[in-house]
């Protein structure tokens, strides 16, 4: 079956320490996007890819790197400059152009 | 920039209808969602409407566009206990780029 991967379903990590969030797509899809959910808030963009070897900063990058260096794989990584990162992140992906219609189950980190 | 917003709560019986309201900023978006998001999950795509479109009908589900007051709602016929989620409102920004921008989040509770 196609879809997207995240792993893992929770992580804990100390403070001060960078920390990577895997994504990984086997739908054949050129665009991949990391979101972040905080309680009463909407998602925020972090980091979009439209295609390998490319990426832009969403609106609230700074904290955070991404790599694209494969189709299928858009890892996400939460360094030790992120004030707040106790976050839902969501990875999604798209055709390029197209609309956002699959996302991930999430990836629960707590900062300890 | 855009901006998206939404009431964070709605509780309905069992049966009733549900309406959950959005309200949005940019005029010149093309696309608006309805995404679904049950607990620990990521978010399943509902429904999308063109903005040249005023209703869109599918199944229990009734979207209606107001592109003069800029809101969009989302009827649910016959609530169920299983609607009960988390329900994201997006707009696609008119730039191009296809990234969405998403509202709180309206936390739909059915009541049996």
């Known amino acids: 079956d196609g879809g997207i991967t995240q792993s893992p379903k929770y992580l804990f990590r100390k403070e001060g320490q960078n920390v990577t969030l895997s994504c990984e797509q086997n739908l054949n899809h050129d665009a991949m996007y990391w979101y972040r959910q905080d309680p009463g808030q909407g998602l925020r963009l972090i980091y979009y890819s439209q295609i390998v070897n490319d990426f832009q900063k969403g609106d609230i990058a700074e904290g955070y790197s991404v790599s694209r260096e494969k189709k299928e794989s858009f890892p996400l990584t939460v360094t030790s400059a992120q004030k707040n990162p106790t976050a839902f992140y969501l990875c999604a992906s798209s055709m390029r152009g197209a609309l956002v219609d699959f996302f991930g189950q999430g990836t629960r980190l707590t900062v300890v | 920039g855009e901006d998206v917003e939404q009431s964070l709560f709605l509780s309905v019986r069992e049966g009733d209808s549900s309406v959950i309201n959005c309200t949005y900023t940019?005029?010149?978006?093309?696309?608006l969602y309805w995404y679904k998001q049950e607990p620990g999950a990521g978010l399943q795509l509902l429904t999308y409407i063109f903005s040249n479109m005023d209703m869109k009908q599918d199944q229990r589900l009734t979207v209606l566009l107001n592109k003069k007051d800029k809101h969009l709602s989302l009827r649910i016929a016959d609530t169920q206990t299983g609607d009960s989620a988390i329900y994201f409102c997006?707009?696609?920004?008119?730039?191009?780029?296809?990234?969405?921008?998403f509202g709180t989040g309206t936390r739909l509770t059915v009541i049996p």
């Open positions: 997006a707009q696609e920004p008119g730039t191009g780029a296809n990234n969405l921008f």
């Open positions: 940019d005029s010149s978006s093309t696309y």
